[in-house]
């Protein structure tokens, strides 16, 4: 069964550093997705992405962050300078079409720890 | 805006024991609602999901019942295993913009032989 992948599992970093957290949505999907989860608290949503252009982003997703599908595979999060506060699980999803019933699949997640 | 409330954690059940964890959610229009499961370790897993008013989302013995008049979407399940400890979440398709998932808090199930 198609699924998302994401890499790596976990990531540490120094505070102002940048970090690129990586997902490879399910082939045929064109809506590409991340969310994150900061331990203890709710999934928030970041930003969403269809045809190579930002659909939507959240409140979160402020100029230190960014997405990009450099190629045909791979959907990419970076953090430019990256702040405590950032540490969380991040979790990248993607569906099939902007059908409101349609569902996400999730990828197991990266961990960041930023130090 | 739209929101989900979720019943606090921890759940502790008895293996065999029946479950429900309680959903309820603000929206305009009319989302879709989901659950989804996050068992140790690994990432969200859609568990079952309903569309509209009425509708049952079933799956791996749960089910949960789209309710418009009580705005809720609770989770139940007739036996739980020790297999079910996980946490679950209740999401709504925001109905606004671009199938945006707005999550509850989570619910940790613990279930013990």
């Known amino acids: 069964e198609p699924e998302v992948t994401q890499t790596p599992s976990h990531q540490v970093t120094q505070m102002g550093q940048e970090v690129i957290l990586r997902c490879v949505p399910i082939?045929?999907?064109?809506?590409f997705y991340w969310y994150r989860q900061i331990l203890g608290q709710k999934v928030e949503f970041l930003v969403s992405f269809y045809n190579n252009e930002i659909s939507e982003k959240s409140e979160i997703f402020d100029d230190q962050f960014s997405v990009e599908r450099p190629d045909g595979s791979n959907f990419t999060l970076k953090i430019r300078s990256t702040k405590l506060e950032d540490s969380a699980m991040y979790f990248c999803a993607s569906s099939d079409q902007r059908e409101r019933e349609e569902t996400q699949y999730f990828g197991p997640g990266t961990r960041l720890l930023v130090l | 805006g739209d929101s989900v409330t979720q019943m606090e954690g921890p759940v502790t059940l008895s293996e065999e024991a029946f479950l429900t964890i309680n959903c309820t959610y603000t929206a305009t229009g009319y989302p879709s609602l989901f659950w989804y499961v996050q068992y140790p370790g690994e990432g969200l897993q859609l568990l079952l999901k309903a569309t509209k008013a009425d509708d049952k989302g079933s799956n791996k013995g749960f089910e949960a019942t789209y309710r418009k008049e009580t705005t809720s979407f609770h989770l139940e399940k007739g036996s739980v295993q020790v297999s079910d400890s996980a946490v679950y979440f209740c999401?709504?398709?925001?109905?606004?913009?671009?199938?945006?998932?707005?999550f509850g808090a989570g619910t940790r199930l613990a279930v013990h032989p």
């Open positions: 999401a709504l398709l925001f109905s606004g913009g671009y199938n945006k998932l707005i």
């Open positions: 082939s045929n999907h064109l809506y």
